[in-house]
């Protein structure tokens, strides 16, 4: 018995000595998280950001504490995208959240339905931030009813891209790309080689790569959302038409099962357009840094996506925005931040490191030179006419409905118009609840 | 700490100072065990019960949201990806499972053949369940592409009609299932030692009998490994019902084509986290645990009717 109390108290006492090591192991860092010797504040900062792009960040960062020596950023690593959401919303859910994050401005408006992040209309107002210095898309995907709630950075727009070589072959001027869509699909006719049943090169599939039905609608002209009435218009009678061109062509080039192709679409050098399976497709400003990293000799150009006038050119854009989620305990200095990053100053130090990415800042990139790439510039060129996706709280339902849509009317099950309604119907109805 | 209760349960004659121990080394049992205890009640079960209470509100995580009554649980019924989600996984479950077990016993059976080498084959059939979903996503997305991957070149290169596999709405959850198969290596392994649990002499005694491969397979093998196969069944309907980290990589979150991949616990997961309805997924949440709970309640039941146990 007496062996047997000696032993628990010498268990008792490596599990204290166990305890107090992790206890001092933690504390340091404790103490350093207040941080504010000196009259210095330190903000928290979340950010996804690997490789050069975390270089950029740090060069921006470094930047920053350089002019405002009072603040000092700490760069916490969350994992890009969907991990990193999850994070920031237990945070703020917990009432601990980073004062600064990195955020897909197309989640302002549920977010800020969500009353998750931080009002900052009255200080933009205060410092003279206005949506002059932007892009107007992306100011507007910024804003969620009349208020603002993140500075927006990064951009992207959407282009047809389309293999020289392959028109060539197929007899068609490289330097005279499809403007309608009549073009086009008489270009994709040409371009299409089929072995028997298999396919030897695919001329185009409208919805591959970036080919969204937002891009689509928009170039024939639609309308998805009424800012004045706050009414969802996904079945306007120009998006039905650009949905019903979709899958007219997908059946007539027997490629509506081809989507898992889609899924398939490989990163990098697997990619279908780079390996010359596919000759067109509608992909974002990003694909120009792949073809130059895995084929730099591949023969290709971009155009504007093509319309049924062969006028009015669009295209819509997405990107990121810098927040302060709601419950950040340094609002003031986090603001001085975004402040930062989100204007030029901040920006042309950002966007230097990383010459293939897009400021929403149309003179930081004329700053920084990005119309000097003849392909680049062709994106920049098209950004004033570019649209962003509505801010509403269920955006994503919205996106969801939108695809599940297209494929259906794709696949031939209900026409445009029923599966448009029925998409209009769902978002309207999840929307009440806002109202 | 369970041989300790036992030793001063077994001896009724325990004087006060034992006793007075026997609860003193109680308390330091359930000191020890302190960690775990905690972690289960405040991870764990009060998650489990919050979320009761959380599917009879509106709950988003970011606001408390209000008492709805059984207003989540008719919404759900009234929704249409809801009943599409409930068909995908339970075409799953239904071919995945009986598939995984004949094919996991098939070849525990192959790899428990005395060959030469044979630490290799188990190694090479174990291997593809290291491979990470993400990874074993894209890579049957290529060896499937309909244009051009492998398995259709060779198919058509025999002259067979080729079937498009993810792209088509017939053959998506028939490619997925192909897919998961190829990582059934964990439940080999189980077989594996399963089937080196049957004494020999079992198998002896059948040969001197006179009973050829396929009689002791069906009265000796089959009848003995009935142990594993129920837990590996079990197991199996549990993890099919729950199937989502290959199918929403692969479709980025989508379900494409057509929501022919949507399953029970990717639209759960929309809801919960990116359409914030966290009570509708609790609803949600709580109607897969009856499902599966039932489900696992009729394989036990049926269970000692063909589950035979050694030395029964």
């Known amino acids: 018995m007496k062996i047997r109390g000696k032993k628990v108290s010498i268990f008792n006492l490596t599990l204290f000595l166990i305890f107090s090591l992790v206890l001092t192991a933690c504390s340091p860092e404790e103490s350093s998280g207040g941080g504010n010797a000196e009259g210095t504040t330190e903000i928290t900062f979340w950010h996804g950001a690997t490789d050069i792009s975390l270089q950029a960040l740090k060069k921006m960062v470094a930047a920053f504490e350089e002019k405002n020596p ?5 760069m916490v690593y969350t994992e890009a995208s969907e991990g990193a959401d999850q994070k920031l919303l237990t945070a703020v859910a917990g009432g601990n959240p980073p004062d600064v994050a990195l955020f897909d401005r197309f989640k302002v408006g549920t977010w800020a339905a969500q009353d998750a992040l931080t009002d900052l209309t009255d200080m933009a107002a205060a410092d003279d931030i206005t949506e002059d210095i932007y892009y107007p898309y992306a100011w507007e995907e910024a804003n969620y009813q009349g208020k603002l709630y993140g500075l927006p950075y990064t951009t992207d727009s959407r282009m047809l891209y389309y293999n020289k070589d392959h ?35 695919i001329g185009f599939i409208p919805w591959y790569g970036q080919g969204w039905l937002y891009g689509w609608g928009w170039s024939f002209g639609g309308e998805f959302y009424n800012k004045e009435t706050g009414e969802v218009t996904a079945n306007d009678p120009k998006i039905v038409e650009a949905l019903t061109w979709m899958a007219d062509v997908a059946q007539k080039f027997g490629v509506e099962d081809i989507a898992g192709f889609e899924s398939s679409a490989g990163s990098g050098a697997m990619d279908p357009f780079i390996s010359g399976q596919i000759s067109m497709k509608v992909d974002g400003n990003w694909t120009i840094s792949a073809i130059e ?33 709601k419950g950040a305990k340094n609002v003031e200095a986090a603001w001085e931040f975004v402040k930062f990053f989100g204007t030029e100053e901040g920006q042309e130090v950002y966007f230097a490191e990383l010459p293939g990415d897009l400021s929403v800042i149309p003179t930081v990139n004329e700053k920084l030179g990005r119309g000097d790439n003849p392909m680049l510039k062709q994106f920049i060129d098209i950004l004033p006419n570019s649209h962003s996706r509505p801010v509403i709280p269920e955006g994503q339902l919205m996106w969801n409905e939108l695809v599940d849509a297209r494929e259906n009317t794709v696949r031939g099950k209900g026409t445009a118009q029923e599966n448009l309604d029925k998409a209009t119907e769902a978002v309207t109805k999840a929307l009440e609840k806002y109202k | 700490m369970a041989e300790v209760t036992k030793g001063t349960r077994i001896q009724p004659s325990v004087g006060v100072k034992q006793k007075k121990l026997s609860t003193k080394s109680n308390l330091h049992g359930w000191l020890f065990a302190s960690p775990w205890i905690i972690g289960l009640l405040v991870f764990f079960a009060f998650p489990l019960i919050a979320s009761i209470y959380f599917s009879f509100t509106s709950y988003s995580i970011l606001q408390p949201g209000e008492f709805v009554g059984f207003q989540n649980y008719h919404e759900l019924f009234k929704d249409d990806l809801f009943w599409k989600s409930i068909y995908n996984t339970i075409y799953f479950t239904i071919f995945f499972v009986p598939l995984s077990i ?39 997305m290529w060896l499937l592409n309909p244009g051009f991957g492998l398995i259709n070149g060779i198919l058509d290169m025999i002259g067979l009609q080729v079937p498009n596999w993810l792209g088509s709405e017939t053959w998506s959850k028939p490619s997925l299932i192909l897919m998961s198969l190829w990582g059934i290596g964990q439940s080999v392994i189980i077989y594996l030692a399963g089937l080196n649990d049957i004494p020999e002499e079992f198998y002896e ?16 093998t089959l009848p003995l490994l009935t142990p594993v196969i129920f837990f ?27 929501n022919s991949l949507t399953f029970y616990v990717m639209h759960l997961y ?3 986290f990116k359409f914030f309805k966290m009570g509708y997924a609790s609803a949600m949440a709580w109607i897969l645990f009856i499902i599966i709970m039932s489900l696992t309640a ?15």
Do not use: C
Not at chain 2, 213 to 219: A, E, Y
Not at chain 2, 235 to 257: E, K, R, V
Not at chain 2, 298 to 312: A, C, D, E, L, P
């Open chain 1, 293 to 325: 990293k895995y084929k730099p000799d591949l023969n290709y150009g971009v155009t504007p996506i093509p319309t049924p006038t062969g006028t009015d050119f669009t295209t819509w854009s997405g990107g990121h925005a810098v927040i302060i989620p």
């Open chain 2, 298 to 312: 009729v394989i036990f039941m049926t269970s000692n009717r063909w589950v035979h146990y050694q030395g029964k």
């Open chain 2, 270 to 272: 929309d809801n919960a």
């Open chain 1, 70 to 74: 009072d603040i000092k950023v700490k």
């Open chain 1, 167 to 201: 028109f060539e072959e197929a007899g068609l001027d490289p330097e005279n790309p499809p403007k309608t869509v009549q073009e086009l699909e008489a270009a994709a006719e040409k371009l299409t080689k089929k072995d028997g049943s298999r396919f030897k090169q």
């Open chain 2, 232 to 258: 590996n069944l079990v197991m199996g309907a549990i993890g099919a019902f729950q199937q989502f980290t290959l199918p929403y990589t692969m479709t980025q979150g989508q379900g494409t084509p057509a």
């Open chain 2, 102 to 140: 004949i094919f996991g016993v098939a070849l525990a059976m192959m790899l428990n053949m005395k060959v030469k080498g044979m630490g290799i084959y188990r190694t090479i059939f174990f291997l593809p369940t290291l491979v990470p979903h993400v990874a074993l996503a894209v890579l049957w």
């Open chain 2, 205 to 220: 005694a059948a040969e001197v009998d006179g009973a050829n491969w396929w009689q002791k397979t069906r009265h000796v």
